[in-house]
């Protein structure tokens, strides 16, 4: 939060009005907005209420709204004091999703106060501010506020507070009739008081010269017409202590001067350091910088006269907005250049490190909210569009997909019309926003952006290129999305074969293509090959010292969720509870990463007869995703099958047909009619549909399914002997027993081909052979595979296996689907 102006005086009325206007109506409590314009003091009265009401609420949090794109980090930054998972170990938008969550509940507190500092545009932040059992303040210039919220207008001072303010601010003291004649000149403007009783206590200036002076400079600022939204009281005070400055210390000035070029966010005071022989040549504050002692003199002499505001203990330095555009509207066009360019040198010199590494992000977050305001993006030089880059990378690295793509989008709209579309830059970038589509879903309109760009790398800049390999690792990834797994298998091998040769087989983007592959073995049901790769590439990440625990986290899972499709449950479950701790634990419980691990541990302890284990986290998993992402994101919608598949297996029927009846009408929108991953919830849907005793419903959706299944990956398929299984029981349910039988016969002999004659599911193909042996008579011919079958289902699962018992006990077991991660 912003610090307290300690000589904040007057405005009693004002204050008790809001405080009594916020608590007045418990059931129904609104947003209050403080509007006015440019220097009336909005900011400070919210700073002041927030100071003197601080007692009635557990948490108070200020939140800088001017721009939209940084409200969700402040948000995040909430979560450690509500007892959430910190936004330094968890993706941006995750958390400021989990902070929302929380303060609409009231939990873990009901007293809250979030003040949305500078929100100019209701329709930007409206749908982030929380309506719950504490109080939200808004300060904005903006009179639109009066249609959604309840509003407080803020005016100037009155004279008597004009009079007060100004004579605990002078500490060397200034009589009321000077007081008086000041703040009839400076039209009783709070931000102008602040100037001049700054200027005054520092230089000890008369009050009849200080009148002469803003005469002067009145008259001069008239003449150059200023724009009529800046008060011209606040502009004659500005100008009249920024010249008096300028005599005493006018590399201060300079400084200033390119403060008024950043964002109107805390400067992180560290972005004024030494700069790189390579930079400083262009720099002309190179000089400033190099002298630490002239440095921070010239940063204490601007927080001596009120022209910045200085924070030791974060370390920042604030310019107020209107004193950035009135430093701004002083430059001709070519120091405007100067400064910005400058300002981009700064924020490239000032970049944290690698942006996938979870250490950097909050010092990313700090240079974030100076992005846009400094123009970034129309800097031509390569270090700086690196830099911006890298932001984009920050951003999607965090979870926060949505800002990543429009900030990058800005970005190649401004470089493709300079630069044209073959400039490796907007290539590069380009890159950035298929990963970002990709994470949010879009999965068209990813793959044709990433197959349109890999073909202009390939030419532009070669296939050995970094970039075009990066590509070529993510671009596999779209193949899975759309269901193609054997293209994505054919594309990763290539891929893979160019990461040994460019990189080294050790190099940690080699090991990135090697789990790329090792999903793809997966996918096409190579289990052997997926479990070595994957085991390999595992035993070796944790050792490379790859940056970004979200990647050693995504392998980790890897090799436990192959774990389990092989039919090692339990195995599987320790493996899964060691990378699930190791989520929580460096990146937080709402990653996306975490919450993936989350979902295929609930899979590994179902499978493993942990059935209520299983449901509480597939529980908890299902409703955290549909919080963040929304019930359509495919995250979502395989958390949700999850879920069904639990809740059937503990036996509540009814709620897990209507969670999936649902979940079948999301799965084709999201994937695409086609799509393997659309047939292995029909499948689930249709088991559902015949234990709730829709036995020919049940059977066409899984003949369907079955086909689906049959075009896409063949017969010989993990997922299309799964469903072969259940359509046999289908067909045994409506008296079928005939078909059943052969069906199940047929079934058998590719399960034992494919996985083995001890895996589960091959255990269970043979289970339910035996009842359909039975049915038709054929007794020897089931006593002799129920002798081999129940003694390798005991050695496998053990006797007390829920999948045990109901073999034993002669009934049919039912086999379903869950989509892994793509």
């Not at 969550?101 to 979030?114: F, I, T």
């Not at 019309?417 to 990709?438: F, I």
Request: net charge negative.
């Amino acid at each position: 939060m912003p610090q307290r102006n300690k000589n904040f005086t007057g405005r009693d009325d004002l204050l008790e009005k809001l405080h009594t206007g916020v608590t007045s109506d418990v059931t129904a409590v609104l947003p209050h907005a403080l509007h006015g314009f440019g220097g009336v003091g909005k900011t400070h009265v919210a700073i002041e209420y927030a100071y003197r009401y601080r007692h009635e609420y557990d948490v108070v949090w200020w939140i800088p709204a001017d721009q939209p794109m940084l409200v969700r980090s402040s948000l995040a930054a909430l979560a450690p004091h509500l007892g959430l998972s910190s936004h330094a170990t968890a993706s941006i938008e995750d958390t400021a999703a989990a902070v929302l969550d929380a303060l609409r509940r009231g939990d873990p507190y009901s007293k809250w106060l979030l003040v949305f500092d500078n929100a100019e545009l209701p329709e930007d932040v409206n749908d982030v501010i929380p309506r719950g059992p504490g109080h939200v303040l808004i300060t904005s210039r903006n009179h639109a506020w009066q249609a959604v919220v309840d509003t407080v207008p803020v005016d100037v001072f009155a004279r008597a507070e004009s009079v007060e303010f100004l004579r605990k601010r002078v500490s060397r003291g200034i009589s009321p009739q000077d007081a008086d004649r000041l703040a009839q000149q400076l039209g009783d403007l709070p931000l102008a008081l602040e100037q001049a009783g700054a200027l005054h206590a520092e230089t000890g200036m008369s009050v009849d010269e200080y009148l002469r002076l803003l005469e002067e400079q009145t008259v001069r600022l008239l003449d150059a017409n200023k724009p009529s939204d800046y008060p011209l009281s606040m502009t004659a005070a500005w100008s009249l202590s920024v010249s008096q400055l300028e005599v005493k210390l006018p590399e201060a000035v300079e400084l200033l001067r390119c403060c008024a070029f950043f964002g109107p966010e805390p400067i992180p005071r560290d972005v004024f350091g030494t700069l790189p022989a390579g930079l400083a040549a262009q720099s002309r504050l190179g000089g400033l910088l190099a002298d630490p002692i002239l440095l921070s003199k010239a940063i204490r002499e601007l927080g001596r006269y009120a022209l910045a505001r200085i924070d030791s203990k974060s370390r920042t330095i604030q310019v107020h907005r209107l004193v950035q555009a009135l430093l701004r509207d002083e430059l001709e066009e070519q120091e405007h250049l100067a400064f910005r360019h400058e300002v981009h040198l700064l924020l490239a010199a000032a970049t944290p490190g690698v942006p996938d590494d979870t250490a950097t992000w909050s010092s990313y977050g700090e240079l974030l909210g100076h992005v846009r305001p400094a123009q970034v993006k129309v800097c031509r030089e390569p270090l700086i569009r690196r830099f911006a880059l890298d932001i984009v990378r920050y951003l999607y690295a965090s979870g926060d997909y949505r800002s990543a793509r429009n900030l990058v989008e800005e970005f190649i709209e401004e470089w493709r019309a300079g630069q044209g579309e073959d400039d490796p830059v907007v290539l590069s970038a380009r890159r950035h926003l298929g990963e970002a589509l990709r994470e949010l879903g879009e999965y068209q309109a990813s793959f044709e952006l990433n197959s349109v760009t890999l073909a202009r790398m390939r030419t532009v800049l070669g296939p050995d290129h970094e970039e075009t390999l990066q590509l070529t690792n993510s671009h596999g990834a779209d193949f899975r999305t759309r269901g193609d797994f054997s293209d994505a298998l054919r594309h990763d091998e290539e891929s893979l074969t160019l990461h040994q040769a460019v990189f080294g087989a050790d190099h940690g983007r080699t090991l990135l293509a090697g789990n790329n592959l090792a999903v793809d073995y997966m996918l096409v049901g190579d289990y052997g090959r997926a479990r070595r790769l994957q085991t390999d590439v595992f035993k070796q990440i944790r050792s490379s010292g790859v940056r970004g625990k979200q990647w050693v986290l995504a392998v980790w899972n890897g090799l436990a969720r192959i774990v389990r499709l092989s039919g090692n449950y339990v195995e599987a479950c320790d493996l899964g509870e060691d990378a699930y701790e190791f989520g929580v634990e460096e990146l937080g419980s709402d990653h996306p990463w975490t919450l993936r691990t989350a979902k295929d541990l609930s899979i590994a302890k179902r499978r493993a007869g942990f059935i209520e284990e299983a449901f509480e986290l597939a529980q908890w998993t299902f409703e955290t995703e549909e919080r963040i992402f929304g019930r359509d994101h495919p995250d979502a919608l395989a958390a949700a099958l999850c879920l069904a598949n639990a809740l059937r297996t503990r036996g509540d029927v009814a709620e897990a047909l209507e969670l999936l009846q649902d979940t079948a009408d999301r799965y084709p929108r999201a994937f695409g009619s086609e799509h393997p991953f659309r047939y292995g919830c029909d499948m689930n849907l249709a088991l559902l549909l015949r234990v709730n005793g829709q036995i020919e419903a049940a059977r066409e959706l899984d003949r369907k399914s079955l086909e689906g299944f049959d075009r896409r990956l063949g017969r010989d398929h993990h997922f299309s002997l799964t469903c072969a299984i259940n359509l046999a029981s289908d067909l045994a349910a409506g008296g079928d027993n005939g078909t059943a039988r052969a069906l199940g016969e047929d079934t058998l002999t590719r399960l034992r081909g494919l996985l083995g004659a001890d895996h589960p599911l091959t255990l269970a193909g043979a289970a339910n052979l035996i009842v359909d042996l039975r049915a038709e008579g054929a007794a020897d011919e089931a006593d002799v595979l129920a002798a081999d079958t129940f003694e390798r289902y005991r050695s496998v699962l053990g006797d007390e296996h829920p999948d045990v018992q109901v073999a034993v006990a002669g009934e049919r077991l039912d086999s379903d689907f869950d989509p892994p991660a793509l």
